[in-house]
């Protein structure tokens, strides 16, 4: 019986210590949302502090799939090898709905974002101080 009350008392504290780090983890990853309108991301211009995020973009009543693109600033944003891979979100974002990133993690700089499928425009700024 004392066997089985401390295996349990382990496998509870292994449990505890598992939602614990997810818990921490979670608290580490941030969401940015951005939303898209026809021709236009509704925020052109936000500032966060280094870590990591997710990009929730949103199709607000585009009639068609749309994208993201999160470039380095003074990179050319038309060349695919200077997307930052991660922050593309994981499936096209239909009419009405929204889609997640990977977790991207930002440094320090500046860096511009847009859609090439709604097409915005590739003066879109978020500063990472």
Excluded: W
């Amino acid at each position: 019986m004392k066997n089985l009350i401390l295996f349990l008392a382990v496998v509870l504290g292994i449990n505890t210590a598992a939602l614990a780090q997810d818990k921490r983890m979670d608290q580490k990853i941030k969401t940015i949302t951005l939303e898209q309108i026809p021709g236009e991301f509704t925020k052109k211009q936000l500032t966060v502090p280094e870590g990591t995020y997710l990009f929730e973009i949103v199709n607000k009543g585009i009639d068609h799939n749309v994208g993201f693109v999160l470039v380095a600033k003074g990179k050319d944003p038309s060349k695919p090898e200077n997307h930052i891979q991660t922050a593309y979100v994981t499936a096209p974002v239909g009419t009405d709905s929204k889609e997640m990133s990977k977790p991207t993690k930002l440094t320090k700089g500046e860096y511009i974002y847009f859609c090439p499928l709604n097409p915005t425009a590739t003066d879109n700024t978020l500063v990472v101080e």
